[in-house]
């Protein structure tokens, strides 16, 4: 109701300029403007839509403005935080940061696109931040994942975020135990680690620099300057094309 409202007051104003001033208008002719004001609509609702599809796209636009100066103002939390697994190639001239839910069903849905685009592209930096926030085995999960990469390091914790991404099963300490064996990880040192101070202070960085960027669900992406919250409709490949024109 109020883009309606909104959309008929930018409307009126392309309206001819009436012959009294706006200001000083008398309740009959306030009335009189207003039910003008209905009638061109009515007899006119493609400009309504106009109007509102303007006031759309102007919020896309401030968005996307302040999303880019969020990305500049947290730039080092976000690419160089120093505890976050970093993949695909780490040199490459493009960063994709996601955070990830390893509960959240559209995460394990594009994960396997995601795979196949950083693969095929191998010029893509990739960073995973867990940002756990939908149920109690997603905390599980994810200090599971941080727990293992500190205990094992890089290459455990990618085939522990495979395997969890890939797991349609409930997420607890026995099936966490279990997992722990396939990777070949020391179950007992990653189930205790999962609740130290180390890997909680992990999250809870996660959770206030998700908080600072007003990230509110999952997957959230940063592609270069460029946040996406959620997958677009034609993937992420128009978002690290316009990453690459940016540098140059």
Same mark, same amino acid.
């Given at each position: ?32 403007? /207003?039910?003008? =004001?209905?009638? &061109?609509?009515?007899?006119? @609702?493609?400009?309504? =839509? ?9 919020? +896309?636009?401030?968005?996307? *403005? ?14 160089? #935080?120093?505890?976050?697994? +970093?993949?695909?190639? !780490? ?9 990830? #839910? &390893? ?8 994960? !396997? ?8 592209? $191998? ?8 940002? !756990? ?19 094992? /390091?890089?290459?455990? &914790? *990618? *085939? ?9 099963? @409930? ?12 990777? $070949? ?13 180390? =890997?909680?202070? =992990?999250?809870? *960085? ?12 999952? @997957? ?9 919250? $959620?997958? @677009?409709?034609? $993937?992420?490949? /128009? ?10």
């Amino acid at each position: 109701m109020k883009a309606i409202l909104t959309a008929a007051a930018l409307t009126a104003t392309a309206l001819p300029a009436l012959a009294f001033d706006p200001a000083n208008m008398s309740e009959a002719e306030k009335a009189a403007f /207003g039910e003008a =004001v209905r009638d &061109y609509l009515m007899a006119n @609702p493609d400009v309504l =839509v106009e109007s509102i599809n303007v006031l759309e796209e102007r919020r +896309v636009a401030d968005e996307a *403005k302040n999303d880019k100066l969020l990305v500049q103002n947290n730039k080092d939390a976000i690419f160089d #935080d120093g505890h976050s697994w +970093v993949g695909g190639n !780490p040199e490459g001239d493009v960063t994709l940061v996601e955070f990830i #839910d &390893y509960r959240c069903g559209v995460c394990k849905k594009v994960n !396997p696109e995601l795979e196949k685009l950083i693969s095929a592209d $191998g010029n893509i930096r990739w960073i995973l931040k867990e940002f !756990p926030i939908l149920t109690q085995e997603s905390d599980l999960a994810a200090r599971f994942a941080v727990a293992v990469q500190q205990e094992a /390091g890089a290459d455990a &914790y *990618k *085939k522990a975020h495979d395997a969890l991404m890939e797991s349609r099963g @409930p997420v607890n300490l026995e099936s966490l135990t279990a997992l722990a064996g396939e990777l $070949g990880v020391d179950d007992k040192a990653v189930l205790n680690r999962m609740n130290t101070e180390e =890997v909680s202070a =992990v999250l809870r *960085k996660n959770r206030q620099l998700a908080e600072q960027m007003s990230v509110m669900g999952t @997957p959230t992406f940063i592609i270069g300057g460029e946040m996406l919250r $959620g997958v @677009p409709a034609d $993937g992420l490949q /128009g978002a690290i094309a316009r990453a690459r024109a940016e540098n140059g």
